[in-house]
C-alpha cells in the first residue's frame, strides 16, 4: 500500500483560494511517474466524486464543476501532486482525497487521508 500524505485543507471564505497537496514520501520518483494522479471529493452525505487528474504524460482534465476555478499540477521529482483552487464557492465544502492510480493496472490503486475544506462565511 502507498502512503499518501495530504495537506492544506481549513476554512476559507467564499471566494478565497486554497492549495491542496498530496506527497508520497516513501515512493521513488521512477515509480511515481508511472501513476496518473487524480483529487476527488466527497461532501456529507453525497457519493465521493472526481475532480481533476494530472495524467503520467502531463495532460489534465477537471470536472464541469471546478473547470476553470481549480488547477491541477504534479511535481514528479518531489512526489506531490496539487489541487490549486479559486473562487471557492459553498458548494466546494467536502472532503477532498487524492487518489494515485498506475497507467496500466487498474487494481493498482491508493487513496490519502483526505483534508477537509470548508468554504463558508
Known amino acids: 500500500q502507498v502512503h499518501l500524505v495530504e495537506s492544506g485543507g481549513g476554512l476559507v471564505q467564499p471566494g478565497g483560494s486554497l492549495r491542496l497537496s498530496c506527497t508520497a514520501p516513501?515512493?521513488?520518483?521512477?515509480?511515481?511517474?508511472?501513476?496518473?494522479t487524480d483529487w476527488y471529493r466527497q461532501a456529507p452525505g453525497k457519493e465521493r466524486e472526481f475532480i481533476a487528474r494530472?495524467?503520467?504524460?502531463?495532460?489534465?482534465n477537471y470536472a464541469d464543476s471546478v473547470k476553470g476555478r481549480f488547477t491541477i499540477s504534479r511535481n514528479n521529482s518531489r512526489k506531490t501532486v496539487y489541487l490549486q483552487m479559486n473562487s471557492l464557492k459553498p458548494e466546494d465544502t467536502a472532503l477532498y482525497y487524492c487518489?494515485?492510480?498506475?497507467?496500466?493496472?487498474?487494481?493498482?490503486?491508493?487513496w490519502g487521508q483526505g483534508t477537509q475544506v470548508t468554504v463558508s462565511s
Open positions: 487518489n494515485l492510480n498506475h497507467y496500466s493496472l487498474q487494481s493498482d490503486s491508493h
Open positions: 516513501r515512493m521513488i520518483f521512477s515509480t511515481f511517474t508511472m501513476y496518473n
Open positions: 494530472a495524467s503520467t504524460t502531463g495532460t489534465t
